[in-house]
C-alpha cells in the first residue's frame, strides 16, 4: 500500500465557485466529524476517474477537519488482468474469471489488507480492485466502518462475477453508488446514490492564461495538430466501453462535409488498466494514416485542459460510463458534448440545451447531431453556457464533499 501526498488546497479556495449556503453546511457537517479518520482505497495514484476524483476530494476533507489518507494498492500487472476482468464482467461483458485467477485477486487483496497498520473510523474501498480487502479488515479492525465505493455500472452483470463479489460486498455497512440504477434489484447493504465531482482548481481544469494557451498551442502545432480548424475530441482511456471505433467512424462521416475537421483522441495509459495499449492498437489501425486523426498518450493535465477548451464539441461514444467526469470537464469549459446516452452521461447532459444524447450503437445520430454543432456557433456557443452553468451547479467537488460528509454522519 502505497499513501499519497495530495495538493494542500483549503476549503476557502473554493469559495468563488460554492454558494453560501454549502459552505456553510460543509463547515458545520466538518465540525460535528472533528477528529473523524478516514481511509480511501483504490488501486492506481493516477489515470482514470477515481485518482481523478481522489487527489481532489482528500485535500479538502483534510482542510474541512477530517483526517483524511488515501492509500494506493500494491498489485502487480496479473492482478489488474483480473481486476479489469471482472470490472468487464460485472459490467456485462463476456470475459473470463478462472480459479486461478480468483486465488491470485485474493491473495493480493489479503497483502493490502494486511498492509494497513493504523486503525481508522471509516474505511471506503472503491470499486471490485479493493473491494476483496473487506474480508482480511473486517477481522482486523472490527469498530471500523466500511463503505464499498461502486464507481461501475452494475445494470447487468454476468452472475459468476456478481456472485464472486457479493459476499464481500454484503460484509460493508454501505455501498455508495454514481447512478440510483446501479445497485437495483440486488441484495446489498444499505446505499446512498453520490454524483462524482470535477475540481475547478485543479490543472486540467482551471482557466489557462495566455501565455499558457499559446504555450499548449505550438506543442501541439509541433506534432502536425492545426489550432486553426474545427476540431473534435474524445478524452478517455483505450478501452472497449469508450467507443473509439464509433467516433472515429462518426468523424469519417463528418469529414465529408468540414474537409478540414480533426479528431482528437486523447486516451492516458492508466496503471490498473492492462486493455490499454491493446485498444490503442486496434484504433491507430482503423485510424491509419489520416494526418487529421490525432492519438495522443499520457498528456498533461493542461493539454487535457487546453484540448477540451479549443474543441468545438467533445464526443463520448462510450458503450457503458458510470459516470464519465471528462463530461463535466468539458461542459465546465463551455464545449458542447455530444454523448451516448448510457451510465452517467445523461446525468451531465441536459439534451438539447448543453450537448445531445445519442444511442450508443448510432452512429449516424453522433455525427448529425456534432454537425449540427460545428454548423451553427450560435447554438454552441448557448449550450456552453448551460453547460458552464450546470457543472457550477451539480458537479463541483464542493457539493461532492458535502454528500460524503452528510454520510459520514449518518454511518459513523
Ligand atoms: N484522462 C486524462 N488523460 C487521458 C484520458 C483521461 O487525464 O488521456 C482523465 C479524464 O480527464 C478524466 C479521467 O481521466 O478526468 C477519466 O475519468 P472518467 O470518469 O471519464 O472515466 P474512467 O477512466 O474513470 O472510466
Known amino acids: 500500500m502505497q499513501f499519497q501526498s495530495v495538493s494542500d488546497r483549503s476549503l476557502d479556495d473554493y469559495a468563488s465557485v460554492t454558494d453560501h449556503d454549502r459552505m456553510r453546511r460543509i463547515r458545520s457537517a466538518a465540525d460535528r466529524l472533528a477528529g473523524l479518520r478516514v481511509l480511501h482505497v483504490n488501486s492506481t495514484a493516477t489515470g482514470g476517474g477515481v485518482a481523478e476524483l481522489l487527489s481532489s476530494l482528500v485535500p479538502v476533507f483534510d ?33 473470463p474469471l478462472t480459479d486461478e485467477m480468483k486465488a491470485t485477486y485474493r491473495s493480493v487483496t489479503d497483502r493490502n489488507a494486511n498492509a494497513i497498520s493504523d486503525e481508522y473510523d471509516i474505511v471506503v474501498l472503491h470499486d471490485p480492485q479493493s473491494l476483496g480487502m473487506i474480508d ?31 459476499d464481500d460486498v454484503r460484509r460493508t455497512d454501505h455501498v455508495v453508488f454514481s447512478h440510483d440504477e446501479y445497485g437495483r434489484g440486488i441484495d446489498l447493504p444499505p446505499s446512498t446514490v453520490i454524483y462524482p465531482s470535477i475540481d475547478p482548481l485543479a490543472a486540467k481544469n482551471r482557466s489557462l492564461d495566455r501565455s499558457e494557451l499559446r504555450a499548449e498551442r505550438d506543442r501541439l502545432e509541433s506534432i502536425s495538430f492545426d489550432a486553426d480548424t474545427p476540431v473534435i475530441t474524445q478524452v478517455s482511456r483505450f478501452d472497449p466501453w469508450k467507443g473509439q471505433l464509433g467516433a472515429l467512424e462518426a468523424y469519417r462521416r463528418l469529414a465529408t462535409t468540414f474537409p478540414d475537421l480533426q479528431l482528437v483522441f486523447v486516451g492516458g495509459m492508466a496503471a490498473d488498466d492492462p486493455e490499454g495499449p491493446r485498444i490503442f492498437d486496434r484504433v491507430a489501425t482503423r485510424a491509419a494514416d489520416d494526418p487529421d486523426v490525432h492519438l495522443l498518450t499520457n498528456q498533461p493535465d493542461t493539454t487535457v485542459n487546453f484540448l477540451q477548451r479549443r474543441s468545438d464539441v467533445v464526443l463520448q461514444k462510450s458503450r457503458r460510463e458510470g459516470f464519465g467526469l471528462i463530461v463535466s470537464e468539458a461542459l465546465w469549459k463551455r464545449t458542447p458534448v455530444v454523448g451516448s446516452n448510457v451510465g452517467g452521461i445523461p446525468l451531465q447532459i441536459d439534451d438539447g440545451e448543453s450537448g445531445y444524447l445519442v444511442e450508443p450503437d448510432d452512429v449516424d445520430a453522433l455525427a448529425a447531431r456534432t454537425e449540427r454543432l460545428l454548423a451553427d456557433e450560435a447554438l454552441s456557443t448557448a449550450f456552453g453556457h448551460h453547460g458552464r452553468a450546470t457543472v457550477r451547479d451539480r458537479f463541483l467537488v464542493t457539493r461532492h464533499l458535502l454528500e460524503w460528509l452528510e454520510l459520514f454522519l449518518a454511518i459513523r
Not at 137 to 162: G, K, M, N, Q, Y
Open 136 to 166: 482480511t479488515l473486517v477481522d482486523r479492525f472490527p469498530d471500523t466502518r466500511f463503505v464499498w465505493r461502486c464507481h461501475i455500472d452494475l445494470t447487468a452483470p454476468t452472475e459468476s462475477h456478481l456472485d464472486f463479489v457479493v
Open 63 to 95: 482542510d474541512a477537519g477530517v483526517d483524511t489518507d488515501w492509500g494506493v494498492m500494491d498489485a502487480s500487472t496479473e492482478f489488474f488482468e483480473v481486476t479489469k476482468s471482472l470490472h468487464n464482467g460485472l459490467q456485462g461483458r463476456r470475459s
